[in-house]
């Protein structure tokens, strides 16, 4: 075993930080696969378990002793697994996922073997990590391991160190004659795929993983993402030869990749990968795992647009869900449920970094909730707002037996009502409404639902339709009829309705459509079709009365249009309705529909 003297900062602490098809703007449920087509190995649905990370990172009194991140130990992890054997296992929970510093001493010191691979602590995992993965095992569970991309500098050994099954190659025959650096925190040097050397690393680092007997791998640090970019930090290549060397060991092993990653690369994500991390680490180097604010709260603004990219083989990672300890998450029980709640709809993995031997009886609630497991477990694809991202947002996807997933949140810092209506679904009338937290059906409510919501709340409901389909009159945005101002104009859009748009609004650009024309006068919710490859905001108002400003998610990207839906009140007859940009950059415009009544 070599052991290197050259220390750096712990891997992930630098950080400053289904196939859909959609009707009526809602996620509709398909088939998991075609039936020629063969489930997926793994990732067939998001997975479930446990992550050490949150407690490594943490400054929670107790839980790092022996100073920052001494947390992960095999003796930790050993009784992690008992615990999610005991109280998880029959809910689901499968993984135990070890994460980064395993190969590393309490001073951040590595330990690599003689072929530039990591190899256990000593100290920190006695018995070597094939003894863990073979315990994890004997309980009936599958066992996650962590290695950032790249060669990691204290590996490289002056290019001296042979690769392991490749005569003749040697860690100067893997990289760039450079050195450049790569990953989120350029600890490592950057892999040169053009050299036939390099997979042949990448192979012997498979085949120790899969000799050792680990299910999952999480390789962190993969760009572009974490806000940076350029060829340095472009790691497509490795997740590339990691599947390609994963396949090459035939152990079915799923490959998880972190983090903030690129939307513009999500092609190659789905790709080669099974599931990647849409954002920053949620947890907040704090005293407790958590908080609001940095960053559980931030998700409702970065998943829209990656919604449409999750299925089975590859899901969106909103990372831990540490909902489960009470005081240490940091965090109120309603912001608690919310935290759930979201992850569970957004079809996030869901993976506790809590303490599994101290959940409190609420986090026990949460996280063991068979009707919530099911929802995210199940056929029905990953929910998207259908309402703009304001402080009261819901969120809804369309089930294949023709109810709905339907999340209402309040994300102010007070409470407020949060109303879902049944138009922004797709129809009117009545239906029936079940509380899937509280395992209650509520009854029937017509026209809409509305729950006053505690700060930082949420209520998740099934919506069974029990009224007629609405109809809507469509109006155009590139109509000749509208009128445009300032730097609006029209431009082709081959995802748009008419195969146009209104772009270009900002800076006091304006579209105002012309005959709105309603039966009588009241709050329709008109649905807005947009295009926006980042979040934007703009004023809407009807008849020049006073305007509201409404934030719209992403998209995603700039060929992709999807809809949410905003109150606007009309008088009986010809209306209008405007988009303002005001002072900033607003989204494109497809059309709008207009309910034939209120």
Not at 77 to 96: C, H, I, N, R
Not at 114 to 128: I, N
Not at 151 to 172: F, Q, S, V
Request: proline share 5%; charged share 20%; glycine share 10%.
């Amino acid at each position: 075993m070599r052991s290197s003297s050259y220390s750096v900062l712990p891997t992930r602490a630098l950080r400053a930080m289904v196939v859909l098809a959609l009707t009526a703007g809602i996620a509709t449920a398909v088939p998991a696969a075609h039936a020629d087509t063969p489930a997926p190995a793994v990732a067939a649905k998001p997975y479930m378990g446990w992550s050490s990370w949150s407690m490594q990172s943490s400054k929670y009194p107790g839980l790092n002793p022996d100073g920052d991140y001494s947390y992960l130990t095999e003796a930790n992890v050993l009784k992690q697994t008992d615990a999610m054997a005991a109280k998880l296992k029959p809910y689901g929970y499968e993984y135990v996922n070890i994460d980064a510093g395993w190969w590393r001493d309490r001073s951040w010191k590595p330990e690599f073997d003689q072929y530039a691979r990591q190899q256990a602590d000593p100290v920190r995992f006695p018995h070597g990590m094939k003894s863990v993965a073979d315990h994890i095992h004997a309980k009936g569970l599958k066992a996650g391991i962590y290695l950032p991309v790249g060669l990691e500098k204290e590996a490289y050994d002056e290019g001296r160190a042979p690769i392991h099954n490749a005569d003749g190659c040697t860690t100067a025959d893997i990289v760039y004659g450079d050195l450049r650096t790569t990953n989120g925190w350029d600890s490592a040097y950057k892999l040169d795929f053009s050299k036939p050397c390099t997979q042949k690393y990448v192979d012997s680092q498979a085949r120790l993983l899969a000799d050792w007997g680990y299910d999952f791998l999480k390789l962190d640090g993969v760009g572009p993402g974490f806000g940076k970019g350029g060829d340095q930090y472009d790691n497509v290549a490795d997740v590339a030869a990691w599947q390609k060397a994963i396949a090459a060991t035939g152990r079915p092993l799923h490959l998880e990749i972190s983090w903030s990653l690129d939307i513009g690369h999500a092609a190659d994500w789905k790709k080669y990968s099974n599931g990647w991390r849409i954002d920053t680490d949620v947890e907040c180097y704090c005293n407790t795992l958590v908080s609001w604010e940095n960053s559980v709260d931030d998700r409702w603004d970065d998943a829209p647009g990656w919604t449409r990219h999750a299925g089975p083989g590859g899901w969106n990672d909103l990372d831990s869900l540490d909902v489960g300890n009470g005081a240490m998450d940091g965090l109120t029980k309603a912001e608690r449920q919310s935290y759930a709640t979201l992850w569970a709809i957004a079809k996030s993995p869901l993976y506790t970094g809590d303490d599994l031997t101290r959940l409190d009886s609420y986090g026990v609630s949460l996280l063991t909730n068979r009707e919530v497991i099911a929802l995210n477990q199940g056929s029905t694809p990953p929910a998207r707002p259908i309402t703009p991202s304001d402080a009261q947002q819901v969120w809804a996807a369309k089930n294949a037996d023709g109810s709905y997933t339907v999340a209402l949140f309040n994300l102010a810092d007070a409470p407020a009502p949060v109303s879902a209506d049944w138009s922004s679904l797709g129809f009117t009338g009545r239906a029936a409404v079940r509380d899937l937290w509280n395992h209650e059906n509520l009854g029937t409510y017509k026209n809409k639902v509305t729950q006053a919501l505690p700060a930082h709340g949420s209520r998740l409901f099934t919506v069974t339709p029990h009224g007629t389909a609405l109809t809507t009159a469509a109006y155009e945005a590139e109509s000749a009829s509208n009128t445009l101002s300032g730097n609006a104009s029209v431009a082709d859009c081959g995802a748009c309705s008419g195969d146009h748009k209104v772009g270009n609004l900002y800076l006091g650009g304006t579209l105002r459509f012309n005959d709105v024309t309603v039966d009588k006068a009241g709050t329709y919710m008109v649905k807005v079709a947009y295009v926006s490859g980042d979040a934007r905001s703009v004023d809407i108002s009807a008849n020049g009365n006073g305007a509201t400003r409404h934030a719209f998610p992403s998209t995603g990207d700039w060929g992709s249009v999807e809809s949410v839906s905003v109150p606007v009140t009309l008088k009986a007859g010809a209306n209008t309705i405007t988009f303002d940009s005001g002072s900033s950059y607003a989204p494109d415009i497809d059309r709008i529909d207009v309910p034939k009544s209120s």
